[in-house]
């Protein structure tokens, strides 16, 4: 369980306040995959950033369950894949094991794991430059499950992709999520994207940010990318957020 | 301009040394200059084997080598120490700015009295200016590198937990610097060999001092073996250099 309550986030540039995130309050309960779409600027990724602590909350708070012995609570995938480039692939996917007290056999297995588990197993010892776009952030997201988070944070991960890939991409991360029944906070700016893996939406909309739309998506997966049902789904949402004035 | 006829590079270069050397070989041989003034390099071998027999090529060697490597290292340990922390950290940066504008345009050689008076002339203070000129090379380049990391990268490491400065340095700064480190170093190994050079005409010695001995001699082929030496021995330095820097870098596209 993710609890937000009252969350604000104010940037200070040049000494005058920018508030960006106001009064926000979101429970997002154990297990589920939440999509968050939002014009650009409206603070999605200012969320996940406080969300990993990586930024601080003006007002308010983000309480996130505590770690596990051996794990880390949350983990982060950003849009770029940001590998380090000077570490195979399977060094960079045991780069957060590292922190967490580990002998390196059991970093190594378990990083092995996370490869398969993204069906890169076969290219652990390659240079982050050999990979395609896709296969990079398939590592991405092998290095952030590696330290088996509850909670996996993710910014936009497939929207630098070409089509293939990203579809790709989401069946796998939807079949990853119901194999390990993580809480998953996707930001994306693609409705059609987040009709198709979660298992509700939140919108952000206004300045500063606030959630304008909450809601929940039924349909069982694997849900069709065609048909009747699938372009049925997308127009509701798109009606429900007033998708006219939604520039990304 | 492209020659008309293909040549692998291998043997064009080959050529343009065989040129050269005929060349050098033809001037003193026609009279158009005088031997005494320009050795044919037909005459060298026999000046450099008497040398070698006598075991003093070797002892001038080892000695400017033992210069060389031990002032490259402390000039580059402490550049790449002092670089990385006025690179991490504002409060050092803006502590030493005007202390490093006041020494850095100091050349290394005019250290040289200090080099005498704190040291004398001998292995120390031949070490101590090498180290001063490497010094400032390293810690530019090093503090240059290490300011210029991909703050993305440095925010990867947050976000998988490592805060503190000593692993945000190692698990990142560091890896990500190393290229623009190496530059540096690339650049001081030319450097740091004008320093042994130079100290070693001022009267320390090695392969430099031995030269003047040479020329004092008129022995311009003994002074043209150890010049020749002393290319080959920057030769040898640099290129195992980057055959080094080849494999720390080999993550590089
Ligand atoms: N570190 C920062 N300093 C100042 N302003 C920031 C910073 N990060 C983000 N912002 C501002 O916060 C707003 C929201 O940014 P962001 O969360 O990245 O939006 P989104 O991800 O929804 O596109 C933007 O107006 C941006 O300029
Ligand atoms: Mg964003």
Avoid: C
């Avoid at chain 2, 380049?141 to 976000?159: F, H, I, K, S, Y």
């Avoid at chain 2, 623009?180 to 690339?186: D, K, M």
């Amino acid at each position: 369980m993710i609890r937000i309550e009252g969350l604000s986030v104010v940037f200070d540039r040049d000494g005058q306040k920018n508030t960006v995130l106001e009064n926000m309050n979101l429970d997002i309960p154990a297990g589920q995959f939440l999509a968050i779409v939002g014009p650009s600027g409206v603070g999605k990724s200012t969320l996940l950033r406080v969300l990993a602590g990586l930024a601080k909350p003006g007002a308010g708070r983000a309480v996130v369950p505590g770690p596990a012995a051996g794990r880390q609570s949350v983990a982060l995938v950003f849009q770029d894949a940001r590998l380090l480039p000077w570490r195979r692939v399977l060094s960079n996917v045991a780069f957060g094991l590292e922190r967490l007290a580990l002998p390196r056999a059991d970093r190594m297995s378990r990083a092995q794991a996370m490869l398969d588990l993204v069906g890169l197993g076969a290219l652990a010892q390659r240079w982050p430059h050999q990979l395609s776009g896709g296969q990079r952030q398939r590592v991405a997201l092998a290095r952030a499950l590696a330290v088996e988070p509850e909670i996996l944070l993710m910014d936009e991960p497939f929207s630098a992709l070409d089509a293939v890939s990203r579809e790709g991409l989401q069946d796998e991360l939807v079949r990853i999520w119901q194999a390990t029944g993580k809480t998953i906070l996707f930001v994306t700016h693609d409705i059609a994207e987040a009709a198709h893996v979660a298992s509700r939406i939140v919108m952000l909309g206004g300045t500063p940010g606030r959630i304008t739309s909450d809601r929940v998506v039924a349909e069982a997966h694997p849900r069709l990318r065609a048909g009747p049902g699938a372009a049925d789904l997308v127009a509701r949402l798109r009606a429900d957020f007033g998708a006219e004035d939604f520039s990304i | 301009m492209r020659l008309p006829l293909k040549l692998p590079r291998a043997v064009a270069a080959g050529l343009g040394l065989l040129v050269f050397f005929a060349l050098w070989e033809a001037l003193p041989r026609l009279d158009v200059v005088n031997p005494m003034l320009m050795p044919a390099p037909s005459s060298l071998p026999a000046a450099f084997m008497k040398e070698l027999r006598s075991g003093i090529w070797l002892d001038s060697v080892v000695m400017s080598l033992s210069h060389y490597v031990v002032g490259l290292g402390v000039g580059v340990l402490l550049g790449v120490a002092l670089g990385i922390v006025v690179g991490m950290s504002d409060a050092a940066e803006a502590g030493s700015a005007w202390v490093v504008r006041l020494l850095r345009p100091i050349p290394g050689l005019a250290w040289v009295p200090f080099a005498i008076i704190w040291f004398g002339v001998n292995a120390e203070g031949a070490v101590f200016i090498i180290a001063v000129g490497v010094f400032w090379i390293v810690f530019f380049a090093t503090n240059g590198a290490v300011r210029a990391v991909d703050r993305d990268l440095v925010e990867v490491a947050q976000a998988f937990g490592f805060t503190r400065p000593w692993a945000r340095l190692w698990k990142i700064l560091f890896p990500a610097a190393l290229p623009g480190i190496l530059v540096g170093v690339r650049t001081s190994l030319g450097q740091a060999w004008m320093a042994v050079v130079a100290s070693e005409i001022f009267g320390v010695p090695g392969v430099g001092q031995r030269m003047m001995q040479a020329s004092s001699l008129l022995s311009t082929d003994l002074v043209v073996v150890y010049m020749l030496t002393m290319a080959a021995l920057y030769g040898l330095f640099d290129s195992g250099f980057m055959a080094a820097q080849g494999w720390l870098l080999r993550w590089k596209p």
